[in-house]
């Protein structure tokens, strides 16, 4: 069995040598073993809104546990799926509580890892239990990923729960977005992940929204859109001086920047931003990702 390894536990002595050991019975890093097809899909929300559940539905299968306890799940868990639609890894995450309630060392690691997830990932699904509607804590987990600039669909779960009429779906999606006012670019689907009802309908709309993440746009065409776009309304003044924009280009993709050369940076006013990202939004789609603008001064490089 080979030579044994000295050890303190208590005292981390000899644990370097172990962890050397160990590393070098890691296999050898290859590049080209990640599929670039495989969508990277991290399911996220606070504990026991059903992200075990919905992970268990799409794999027809009890791969994670499942339990009415919140907290169950405690670390991220990866799950590779493929069917018609393509290829996909689910990553089942621990559910986000609130800080106040992050006492034990186990909890702050599940917290870490989730953070984590929401790094590798592609897609976020972003859980609302139907039966609650948004929380605070749901906007600050929603918020993590919107940050992250990752591609995000607000999924509504427990929607077999819910008394229905007329207008009960569009009253909810109303509430969702007034809730998540930055979010409005995310689509929202309405499911139950223990019946398995329009669980299959999020396939496309994964698809859909890693496309549009990772969507590249010509200068060509953003100088198109922005030219239209000042010509309907003018660049704002202050004091007298008026804001010139030359051009826009796309710097980076996952999610979309775009960098757009002025004047003076000063006078880009956030609403006239948010005008332009609109724009952006009317022509190209760009459903379900957020969008990163970068304001440069003529003479700046376009990238830091």
Not at 40 to 54: E, F, M
Not at 103 to 117: D, G, H, Q, W, Y
Not at 231 to 238: E, G, L
Request: glycine share 6%; charged share 25%; net charge neutral.
């Amino acid at each position: 069995m080979g030579d044994p390894y000295p050890l303190s536990a208590t005292n981390a002595i000899g644990i370097g040598d172990i962890l050397d050991a160990i590393y070098e019975h890691f296999p050898e890093e290859n590049d080209n073993d990640e599929d670039e097809e495989i969508i990277k899909v991290a399911i996220i929300g606070k504990p026991n809104v059903g992200k075990s559940s919905l992970v268990n539905k799409i794999l027809g299968e009890e791969r994670v546990i499942v339990s009415n306890i919140a907290g169950t799940t405690r670390d991220a868990i990866d799950s590779y799926y493929e069917n018609e639609f393509g290829k996909y890894t689910f990553i089942d995450t621990a559910g986000i509580r609130r800080k106040s309630k992050v006492n034990e060392s186990i909890e702050k690691f599940s917290v870490m890892r989730t953070l984590l997830a929401i790094k590798r990932a592609d897609v976020c699904l972003m859980l609302i239990d139907a039966t609650e509607g948004v929380t605070d804590q749901d906007a600050k987990i929603a918020g993590e990923a919107h940050e992250a600039g990752k591609g995000i669909i607000l999924v509504v779960n427990k929607w077999d729960e819910i008394e229905k009429d007329t207008y009960t779906i569009e009253q909810f999606k109303k509430d969702v977005y007034n809730k998540l006012s930055y979010l409005t670019y995310a689509p929202i689907i309405f499911i139950s992940a223990k019946t398995g009802q329009r669980v299959n309908k999020l396939f496309d709309m994964i698809n859909q929204v890693a496309s549009q993440n990772a969507r590249r746009v010509s200068t060509s065409m953003l100088n198109e859109v922005l030219n239209e776009a000042i010509a309907i309304v003018q660049p704002p003044t202050d004091k007298g001086k008026r804001l010139k924009i030359y051009y826009m280009t796309q710097a980076t993709t996952k999610p979309p920047t775009f960098v757009v050369f002025v004047n003076n940076k000063d006078l880009f006013h956030f609403s006239y931003e948010r005008y332009l990202i609109n724009q952006l939004r009317k022509e190209f789609g760009l459903i379900g990702t957020p969008i990163r603008m970068i304001i440069r001064q003529k003479g700046e490089k376009e990238m830091n």
